[in-house]
């Protein structure tokens, strides 16, 4: 069965490590803040100029003023900090944040990303993509493993404009955890319930399956 939203943003908080600083994207990567292992000290950033977010808030804690880069309302937590976007920006231009995710709509084995747009669609722009992924060598893209037509988003060669090139090498979807190295796909884990036959057949680009595959658990 493929995993949930809430299924991945938990398998992504497992690649979270004490005292990182991690900026988390629109969609999806968000729900990972609610997901951050008790005990362990981590700082969420957000490019409109928050450090320290918290999990979403309940009602009684909804601030209007208090939103994420997704204008959704979050929580800030102990020692959390406000500034401009300018600041923030530099924090992610200086390569001082340990791990980014995003989400996108395809990814290819070079490693390039495109996230921000889809020709004849409206768009609102690449936002602040374009300086995570030239400013953190360690990213993760969430996203679904095939559109709703059942086309692969894991490709030999992105076919929508791009958002940054050879800057990816963690993927995880609803159906698999991969890793990209020399030009090809890796599988490293799958979901549970979830064939290996299956995510071959949904991968578009060349796909290396090792002997050691492990079935994902929550």
């Given at each position: 069965m493929?995993?949930?939203?809430?299924?991945?943003a938990?398998?992504?908080?497992?690649?979270?490590?004490?005292?990182y600083?991690?900026?988390?994207?629109?969609?999806i990567?968000?729900?990972?803040?609610?997901?951050?292992?008790e005990?362990?000290?981590?700082?969420?950033?957000?490019?409109?100029?928050?450090?320290?977010?918290?999990?979403?808030?309940?009602?009684?804690e909804?601030?209007?003023?208090?939103?994420?880069?997704?204008?959704?309302?979050?929580?800030?937590?102990?020692?959390?900090?406000?500034?401009?976007?300018?600041?923030?920006?530099?924090?992610?231009?200086?390569?001082?944040?340990?791990?980014?995710?995003l989400?996108?709509?395809?990814?290819?084995?070079?490693?390039?990303?495109?996230?921000?747009?889809?020709?004849?669609?409206?768009?609102?722009?690449?936002?602040?993509?374009?300086?995570?992924?030239?400013?953190?060598?360690?990213?993760?893209?969430?996203?679904?493993?095939?559109?709703?037509?059942?086309?692969?988003?894991?490709?030999?060669?992105?076919?929508?404009?791009?958002?940054?090139?050879?800057?990816?090498?963690?993927?995880?979807?609803?159906?698999?955890?991969?890793?990209?190295?020399n030009?090809?796909?890796?599988?490293?884990?799958?979901?549970?319930?979830?064939s290996?036959?299956?995510?071959?057949?949904?991968?578009?680009?060349p796909?290396?399956?090792?002997?050691?595959?492990?079935?994902?658990?929550?």
């Amino acid at each position: 069965m493929a995993l949930t939203r809430e299924q991945m943003a938990q398998r992504v908080a497992r690649e979270l490590k004490d005292g990182y600083y991690v900026n988390l994207g629109i969609g999806i990567p968000t729900l990972v803040a609610n997901y951050v292992p008790e005990g362990m000290d981590v700082m969420l950033q957000s490019e409109n100029g928050l450090l320290g977010m918290g999990a979403f808030p309940t009602e009684d804690e909804v601030d209007a003023d208090m939103i994420n880069a997704g204008k959704q309302t979050v929580t800030a937590r102990s020692g959390a900090a406000i500034f401009s976007s300018a600041e923030s920006f530099a924090m992610i231009r200086g390569g001082h944040v340990d791990l980014t995710v995003l989400g996108a709509f395809e990814v290819d084995v070079q490693g390039n990303i495109a996230s921000w747009m889809i020709p004849g669609k409206l768009v609102k722009g690449m936002g602040g993509a374009m300086d995570l992924v030239a400013g953190a060598d360690n990213i993760i893209v969430t996203m679904t493993h095939a559109s709703k037509d059942g086309e692969s988003k894991l490709l030999k060669h992105c076919s929508l404009p791009l958002t940054g090139c050879r800057c990816i090498r963690k993927v995880l979807t609803d159906l698999a955890y991969l890793e990209i190295e020399n030009g090809t796909f890796i599988l490293r884990e799958r979901a549970p319930g979830v064939s290996i036959e299956e995510i071959v057949a949904k991968t578009a680009g060349p796909l290396i399956v090792p002997d050691d595959v492990i079935e994902m658990t929550f």
